[in-house]
């Protein structure tokens, strides 16, 4: 149970409109301090300043990648999560400002999702200039069918599939799988790539991976192929891959291990800068997964690692 003096202290930092209106941002998902500042239209000693506090009392976690610094709510503390929600819950949906910053915010997603639109769309029939021509694919795709074992799935979901690798790899394994990506260049060269073979079970879908057009518990297998790392916000992902997921189900994640390659903003469009196995399984134990197991891939010199998480739903 909380103790007065954090209870005390986290009210009082909530007790400010403009922090306010960054933890209701961050309610949306993790920000960077330079988009907060756009979006508030503040100075970023501000801003920087606000966070702080908001930090110091508990109520957001803030992560270095690179030069890039993510603020986020801060799940961990379930019931000083609780506490934040409840207030954040109270806010008029219809308050001027609030709607402003959304909007706002909807604007610096937009910018950002046609910045990567626009690089898929350029590398969708070039995949050396996703950043990973360097990997060692033979061996990365072995270690996914070791991991998944040797049993047939009777519906796989490959969330944010490119090029449909993954549902060609699985294609013997799975009675039915259907691949989702927003981005309709990359569909492109997947239905070709699945059209060659006699991949009649295999189906591909426009659309959003973390809103997905699959219903609740339908799905004994999901894969997260080099996905997580161009997301907002990565947990929305495992959130969405937990409701299509039946009780029991797997969920393999293969992405970068967390590394320092700011190339990998600039040059492949990367949202985040890979991940700790600390993160993913707290974002896992959060949307009911247990994690496992954990492997290790390591590429060229210079170059950022791979990780392969298995995770299981209770």
Not at 144 to 153: A, D, H, Q
Not at 186 to 196: E, F, Y
Not at 253 to 270: G, M, Q, S, W
Request: negative net charge; proline residues 2%; contains cysteine.
């Amino acid at each position: 149970m909380m103790g007065m003096e954090l209870i005390t202290t986290a009210l009082k930092a909530m007790g400010h409109s403009e922090r306010l209106r960054i933890l209701a941002l961050l309610s949306y998902g993790e920000l960077t301090v330079s988009e907060v500042v756009q979006i508030l239209g503040l100075s970023q000693p501000r801003v920087t300043q606000y966070i702080k506090t908001l930090e110091e009392a508990g109520i957001i976690d803030r992560v270095k990648e690179g030069s890039w610094v993510f603020s986020r709510l801060n799940r961990s503390d379930r019931e000083l999560f609780q506490l934040v929600s409840g207030i954040l819950g109270q806010l008029p949906s219809d308050d001027r400002i609030l709607m402003s910053d959304r909007r706002r915010l909807e604007d610096v997603r937009a910018e950002r999702a046609t910045i990567a639109d626009n690089f898929f769309a350029r590398v969708a029939n070039d995949t050396g200039q996703l950043g990973d021509e360097y990997l060692p694919r033979k061996d990365i795709e072995l270690l996914i069918r070791e991991l998944v074992g040797s049993e047939t799935y009777e519906f796989m979901v490959d969330l944010g599939t490119g090029t449909g690798r993954m549902l060609e790899l699985m294609a013997d394994q799975v009675e039915r799988g259907a691949g989702i990506d927003n981005n309709a260049e990359m569909l492109k060269v997947a239905r070709h790539r699945l059209s060659i073979q006699d991949f009649g079970h295999l189906s591909l879908r426009l659309g959003e991976l973390t809103t997905t057009p699959f219903g609740s518990g339908v799905a004994d297998l999901v894969t997260l192929h080099q996905v997580l790392h161009y997301l907002e916000d990565p947990v929305e992902a495992l959130t969405e891959a937990s409701r299509i997921l039946k009780s029991g189900g797997l969920l393999l994640i293969v992405d970068f291990a967390a590394h320092n390659f700011e190339e990998f903003r600039d040059n492949y469009a990367h949202r985040r800068l890979g991940f700790h196995d600390q993160d993913i399984s707290d974002w896992a134990v959060t949307n009911g997964f247990s994690l496992s197991d954990i492997r290790s891939i390591t590429t060229k010199k210079g170059k950022p690692d791979l990780k392969l998480w298995l995770c299981r739903k209770g």
